[in-house]
């Protein structure tokens, strides 16, 4: 069974699943590769730090303080993850040791407000800390590999092994 989900009138459509949270591991490759032959559709947010980072000005003009310049980034930043968490049917939200990331969790707290499924991606450490947007979520997975498993058994029914 593949993840191609009939809507009204019989017209087929693939399922789609957001990737937000932490840029600095492999684990969004991990997930793509693994969820091979679902038909999933997978979105997310530039993942290219300096081109995220740099967009507003790259695109709107130079800023001479870095406030400026980054809220042009974040602001056009915000038109694609909107978009992409509004069109998907799961939003897979990741939390990594290395930084802080705040803008993930904004991404979660903005899908849960849209009623879109959400499974958070975290290492046990952080269960205190985001225990609010852990009881948000639909599941909290550990590994790429159990998001893979989550997305498999949604859209197939069916159980690893």
């Known amino acids: 069974m593949s993840g191609i989900i009939k ?10 699943v957001y990737l937000s949270g932490e840029i600095h ?8 590769d693994g969820a091979a032959g679902l038909g999933i559709d997978f979105d997310g947010p530039v993942t290219d ?8 000005v790259a695109i709107l003009g130079a800023e001479d303080d870095k406030f400026w310049h980054d809220h042009k980034g974040a602001k056009l930043n915000a038109i694609r993850t909107r978009k992409g968490i509004a069109e998907a049917d799961v939003v897979v939200v990741r939390f990594g040791d290395k930084y802080k990331q705040w803008n993930a969790a ?11 499924s959400l499974i958070i991606l975290q290492p046990e450490e ?3 800390a ?23 058994y949604v859209i197939t029914g069916t159980l690893p092994g």
């Open 7 to 16: 809507a009204k009138g019989g017209r087929s459509m693939a399922f789609r």
């Open 25 to 32: 591991t492999d684990w969004r490759d991990r997930i793509r």
């Open 49 to 56: 730090h300096g081109n995220s980072d740099d967009c507003g």
């Open 106 to 116: 904004f991404d979660a707290g903005y899908a849960a407000a849209l009623g879109k």
């Open 126 to 128: 952080h269960d205190h």
């Open 130 to 152: 985001l225990k609010e947007v852990d009881a948000a979520a639909l599941a909290v997975a550990r590994t790429p590999e159990q998001v893979v498993q989550l997305l498999a």
